[in-house]
């Protein structure tokens, strides 16, 4: 079973549409939690860190729960220039900055 | 502010050569990183850098691969000899006070015939 899971898409909208990607971790002592954006190639950016309380910067929502180790984004009102991969990202129970990556979700959003 | 840099941006070598790639991070980032991302595969963790003592080296592969940080500044990715396998994109990535808000450079696509 891999560390982290995530539905690979590609996911397909209209711009304007909500879309929202979820992710799995299989460590359940993971201390930190992020999404990050990597368009075509390109490099990871870090788009929001997501903290248990739930987090939302502009049009971006994120969701973490422990219990179910499951996170999640929700992306209101899509842009074209949204169009992407987003990457959850898992820093496990290490003194390090250790991150692990999952394998990313295309999102295309069409005009 | 100048990111993070790498170099080559491409590498194209024949198996059994020797290649070594750098990376320069951000200025007075103490913690350094290396992650490779192979075909249709994740990107995945090498080995993490607090100045120029190896933290964690974990995800290195094997010892065809040395890193290395002299002075705390620029770091070294050398792959001896190269094998098929390890071809991909080397990212370097680079932090200051955080360890976990980590700022990558553009990549080196290693490419291995």
């Known amino acids: 079973r891999k560390e982290v899971e995530q539905d690979p898409g590609p996911f397909n909208v209209p711009e304007g549409a909500t879309v929202a990607f979820n992710c799995t971790y299989s460590n359940s002592a993971s201390q930190s939690f992020f999404w990050y954006r990597q368009d075509c190639r390109k490099e990871p950016k870090l788009l929001m860190s997501v903290y248990s309380s739930g987090n939302e910067d502009g049009r971006f929502t994120a969701q973490l729960n422990r219990a179910s180790q499951y996170i999640s984004l929700l992306i209101r009102d899509s842009k074209l220039s949204d169009s992407a991969t987003y990457l959850c990202v898992v820093n496990p129970p290490s003194n390090t900055g250790k991150l692990i990556f999952g394998q990313g979700t295309t999102l295309q959003v069409k005009p | 502010e100048a990111g993070v840099t790498q170099f080559p941006s491409h590498s194209v070598i024949e198996k059994g050569q020797t290649v070594t790639l750098r990376c320069d991070p951000i200025s007075g980032h103490d913690n350094l990183y290396w992650y490779r991302r192979v075909m249709g595969k994740e990107i995945k963790f090498l080995l993490h850098f607090v100045k120029e003592s190896k933290q964690d080296e974990s995800g290195m592969p094997n010892n065809r691969f040395l890193a290395e940080r002299t002075g705390g500044t620029y770091s070294t990715l050398k792959v001896q000899p190269a094998e098929l396998e390890d071809s991909g994109v080397y990212f370097c990535?680079?932090?200051?006070?955080?360890?976990?808000?980590?700022?990558f450079g553009p990549g080196t696509r290693l490419t291995v015939t």
């Open positions: 990535a680079s932090s200051q006070d955080s360890v976990y808000e980590q700022y």
